[in-house]
């Protein structure tokens, strides 16, 4: 029998310069969906995303981080590849995303149409530059509880997402999690700055409550057309709740939970859609033993990216 096809999409942070460039160059179907969308941002911001993304002046691994160009990309490239699939007649079971990763799983979900999300990322995106406090977040391979362990380290440092028992994110003012960076990292205790400006998953979220309720209005309490795994509720949605969209900026993520619940229920293929496999890394530290799941990626900081989709593909069983 044919596991259970769980798309996943990621958040702020998994993006890089040159992301997705092999499928956009190469393959007709995601390059068409990509550009398309980036006429809509074109008209939105009155510049070329793609033109962005693709700068053959940018290095790979230099900082991605204005929020106004990576939020429309990672919908943009995120969106372009789960559709082509689907066109083919790809159904996926469910679809997860973490943080701006759930509005493209609910984009997809049918929550929204693909140009009315990107609208929505980017007004996201002018409302954190515009009225955002600077800050940011970052990964910790340690399990959470070491926040409470060391409150001095830790103080005005909020819990952003837990994404395994010894992995979360957190969120801040850069000046602290600079300091927390140093500290850590010269006791030998792994951890990175993530290239985001803001301190999204937390209470530092809060002066822009009433701005982006007002981005929000009108677009929730939608029915879907596939299930969504929320990583703000850890269950299933199966309608866009009211006040949903806030919660995915401001709640901390909780993709162990999330994923968790899933296996419980069922082995899955877990099939990351995002540029860097962190979703996938993520699925794979909270496999249940005996499930049967598996979790794989098309994109990552490799490359490989083409030879990676046509393997999905056969694996899905897609012609040609």
């Given at each position: 029998m044919t596991k259970p096809l769980v798309l996943l999409f990621s958040g702020q942070g998994s993006q890089t310069?040159?992301?997705g460039r092999e499928l956009v160059r190469s393959v007709p179907a995601v390059a068409d969906r990509f550009h398309a969308l980036d006429a809509v941002a074109r008209g939105l911001l009155g510049f070329s995303i793609a033109e962005i993304v693709f700068d053959p002046a940018r290095k790979r691994f230099e900082p991605f981080d204005r929020l106004l160009h990576s939020n429309p990309a990672l919908f943009m490239l995120q969106f372009a590849l789960a559709d082509a699939l689907i066109a083919e007649g790809v159904r996926p079971a469910a679809v997860m995303g973490a943080s701006l990763g759930e509005i493209v799983a609910l984009t997809v979900a049918g929550a929204f149409e693909p140009a009315e999300a990107l609208e929505l990322v980017i007004a996201l995106a002018e409302v954190s530059e515009r009225q955002g406090a600077a800050g940011g977040l970052i990964a910790v391979l340690a399990p959470p509880a070491i926040v409470d362990e060391r409150p001095e380290l830790?103080?005005?440092?909020e819990v952003a997402g837990t994404s395994a028992e010894a992995h979360f994110v957190a969120a801040g003012p850069a000046d602290r999690l600079a300091r927390l960076e140093r500290v850590l990292g010269a006791e030998?205790?792994?951890?990175?700055?993530?290239?985001?400006r803001f301190a999204f998953h937390s209470s530092y979220m809060e002066p822009l409550r009433p701005a982006l309720q007002a981005v929000f209005a009108g677009l929730e309490g939608r029915p879907l057309d596939l299930p969504v795994v929320s990583c703000v509720t850890a269950g299933t949605l199966e309608r866009l709740p009211e006040g949903h969209l806030w919660q995915v900026v401001r709640d901390p993520m909780r993709l162990a939970d999330a994923f968790r619940g899933l296996e419980r229920r069922q082995g899955s293929l877990f099939v990351d859609l995002g540029p860097s496999g962190t979703m996938s890394t993520v699925a794979k530290y909270n496999l249940a033993e005996g499930?049967?799941?598996?979790?794989?990626?098309?994109?990552?900081?490799?490359?490989?990216?083409?030879?990676a989709f046509e393997a999905l593909r056969r694996r899905l069983g897609l012609g040609g």
């Amino acid at each position: 029998m044919t596991k259970p096809l769980v798309l996943l999409f990621s958040g702020q942070g998994s993006q890089t310069f040159h992301m997705g460039r092999e499928l956009v160059r190469s393959v007709p179907a995601v390059a068409d969906r990509f550009h398309a969308l980036d006429a809509v941002a074109r008209g939105l911001l009155g510049f070329s995303i793609a033109e962005i993304v693709f700068d053959p002046a940018r290095k790979r691994f230099e900082p991605f981080d204005r929020l106004l160009h990576s939020n429309p990309a990672l919908f943009m490239l995120q969106f372009a590849l789960a559709d082509a699939l689907i066109a083919e007649g790809v159904r996926p079971a469910a679809v997860m995303g973490a943080s701006l990763g759930e509005i493209v799983a609910l984009t997809v979900a049918g929550a929204f149409e693909p140009a009315e999300a990107l609208e929505l990322v980017i007004a996201l995106a002018e409302v954190s530059e515009r009225q955002g406090a600077a800050g940011g977040l970052i990964a910790v391979l340690a399990p959470p509880a070491i926040v409470d362990e060391r409150p001095e380290l830790f103080e005005g440092i909020e819990v952003a997402g837990t994404s395994a028992e010894a992995h979360f994110v957190a969120a801040g003012p850069a000046d602290r999690l600079a300091r927390l960076e140093r500290v850590l990292g010269a006791e030998g205790q792994a951890c990175l700055i993530l290239p985001v400006r803001f301190a999204f998953h937390s209470s530092y979220m809060e002066p822009l409550r009433p701005a982006l309720q007002a981005v929000f209005a009108g677009l929730e309490g939608r029915p879907l057309d596939l299930p969504v795994v929320s990583c703000v509720t850890a269950g299933t949605l199966e309608r866009l709740p009211e006040g949903h969209l806030w919660q995915v900026v401001r709640d901390p993520m909780r993709l162990a939970d999330a994923f968790r619940g899933l296996e419980r229920r069922q082995g899955s293929l877990f099939v990351d859609l995002g540029p860097s496999g962190t979703m996938s890394t993520v699925a794979k530290y909270n496999l249940a033993e005996g499930a049967g799941s598996e979790a794989t990626t098309v994109m990552s900081l490799f490359g490989n990216e083409v030879a990676a989709f046509e393997a999905l593909r056969r694996r899905l069983g897609l012609g040609g």
